[in-house]
């Protein structure tokens, strides 16, 4: 998987030159900024040094804050904190590879960071929101959503690694091609596609998120929230900080949507676009929003908004029940006694607070 996404960082190289590929790159590698013009170098402008390492700070930040909420939280959403701080991490070293270029812009290893790290990370916050529509859903009533709560994950992260591998494999094609001295226009366009493809994912994945909140509220309107919600969580739905934190998440989602827009309209101009020479296009519409986005989550991280959770344990009977034990996690919200929707699911096994596999109680 490397070595395929370093390829398309060399086709993106490649696409933006004419001429053989290593007499260019050894005549970049003896420029200076006091010599070539930038138009010559990698990024066709001068990374700024201000802004990156603004972004640079701000997902360091972030990582540290998912690390420590990860420990805080121990087993609970250790999937949500895994994703966020791989995504966070992957941000600061592409930004670090933006820093070291302005030094040196001519220099292919930074570009070669950044194209790689930058590319890779969004993919990782994505897998994040998807973990999360999971619980929700169980929160409100698994009547309430046309797939089973379990399914969201399971479509949708496979999804991102076929739009990596598609981003990947394009990139291979075209540094291939160019070496050979044919046209990488196919590689290109499949670059394009994974890229598409992405942002395809996730419109399909907003769709049912945003159908999954008008049937629940059509419902609640017309049944009554007996009915239509899971009686077992209403403190937790009640909570302040679960509300906020639905908000965050539906704003991280449109950041990272409005993201891979970007990056799809950037790569149909070509590597040589006014969208790709233009920084402050990349410093809205990459760093800022996605930073935004992924703070939103660290300030209102589900581990801590969910109020109200049970570890389950198996018992040693061997009638198949689990035994509850109430306990609050995370800021406020109570247990609850009786049994709950997320009990009759079964216990998670990334402990988080809902469970994947139904389990048979008794045996009649």
Known sequence: MASLLFSVAHAVLEKRQTGNYTETKNWRDSCTKATCDLKYSYWGYLPSIAANSVFAALFGISLLGFLVQAAICRKRFWG??????????????????????FSNPFNENGFLIQIVCLTIAPAFYAAAIYFCLRSIVLTFGPANSRLPATWYPR???????VSLLLQAGGGGWASIASHSGHSAAGGNHIMQAGLAFQVLTLLIFIILASDFTFKTYSRYMSLGSAVAFDQTHNDLRKSRKFQLFLC????????????????VAELSEGWT???????????????????????????FHPGFCFGEGWDMEKAATGSGRREKKGR????????????????RSGGSSDGEIFGEEREVREKV
């Open 80 to 101: 949500f904190s895994f994703a966020m701080s791989a995504g966070s991490f992957l941000e600061v070293l592409g930004y670090i590879g933006r820093i070291v270029s």
């Open 155 to 161: 479509i949708f992260i496979p999804c991102d690694v």
């Open 248 to 263: 965050a998440l539906c704003f991280a989602t449109l950041c990272i949507f409005t993201r891979s827009v970007y990056r």
């Open 273 to 299: 676009g006014r969208l790709i020479k233009t920084q402050s296009y990349f410093i809205g519409l990459e760093g800022a929003i996605v930073s935004a986005g992924v703070l939103a989550l660290n300030m």
């Open 328 to 343: 609050k996690w995370g800021f406020g919200g109570k247990g609850t006694k009786g049994g709950t929707e997320a009990e």
